[in-house]
């Protein structure tokens, strides 16, 4: 007993008590900052080094939506144009606020990103249940995901929580490019959550198809048919990522 005691006290409190305010280090890859430089005439290395094709220019950008957050732009860009910093908010309520570029800060990316509606505020702001949706996923988003509820992060603290069966669901949070073999699945598990309901995409697959876009063996005509209330980018996202995201809707 002593002993669990004195460890208690030596630990301290281990959950970050603001998450709003919290700090992520690096080599953790964030929001990326593009310079007003001119790229050199002809250089196309960030775009063809890209795995997902997330990078356009003329003018340079990133869309966030794409990007895995892999760092190989940065470091082959010849006029070190591309930097990543560790800025970690960067979930967004429209697909179009994804993309960045030079006239991108964190500040100005964090007044644009997440515009709440007031219906989402009223219904959800005090307690906010999420059935997770593993779409063909590799399990990286879903570990993250899981991570929001540990003694760290401890989501529940703020009434958001993931709950096993969508009926106990307020709406659906999806990782995964979403094959042919779990359209139906996806489908039938948003039909089976009771309105008004929420749809959350995490992760790059989830989002735009990442990696696996091109690839036919995908089905993602549930995102043309449902309006999507939160994108969260990120190959994983980060869990502060998500829930400062989640918060941002609900307020």
């Keep these: 007993m002593f002993s669990l005691i004195k460890a208690r006290i030596n630990q301290g409190f281990q959950y970050i008590k603001d998450i709003g305010e919290a700090e992520i280090r690096k080599p953790f890859r964030g929001l990326p900052g593009i310079s007003s430089t001119p790229c050199r005439a002809g250089c196309e290395s960030c ?21 895995i957050f892999c ?14 910093s560790s800025f970690h908010k960067t979930a967004a309520t ?12 964190a500040e100005s990316y ?8 007031s219906e989402i505020k009223k219904v959800f ?29 401890d989501m529940q603290r703020f009434g958001i929580e993931f709950v096993a069966s969508p009926r106990h669901a307020d709406g659906v949070v999806i990782t995964g490019p979403i094959s042919e073999n779990m ?12 309105g008004p309901k929420i749809i959350i995409l995490v ?43 989640v918060l941002g809707i609900i307020k």
């Design 183 to 194: 359209a139906f699945a996806v489908e039938d598990t948003y039909k089976a959550v009771p």
């Design 94 to 105: 429209s697909r179009e606020n994804l993309v960045v570029d030079e006239n991108t800060t």
């Design 125 to 153: 702001g005090r307690s906010l249940k999420l059935r997770q949706i593993s779409a063909a996923g590799c399990n990286g988003c879903e570990m993250e995901l899981n991570a929001c509820a540990n003694v760290n992060f």
């Design 110 to 117: 964090s007044q644009r990103a997440i515009k709440s509606r």
């Design 71 to 84: 760092g190989d732009c940065e470091t082959g860009c010849p006029g070190n144009i591309i930097t990543f």
């Design 203 to 245: 992760g790059a697959c989830a989002i735009s198809g990442g990696i696996f876009a091109p690839s036919p063996a995908l089905n993602r005509e549930f995102l043309q048919e449902h309006p999507i209330d939160l994108y969260v980018p990120g190959c994983p996202p980060h869990p502060l990522t998500f829930i400062n995201g």
């Design 47 to 67: 775009r063809e080094i890209c795995p997902t094709r997330a990078i356009s220019l003329d003018p340079v950008q990133i869309d966030l939506g794409k990007c």
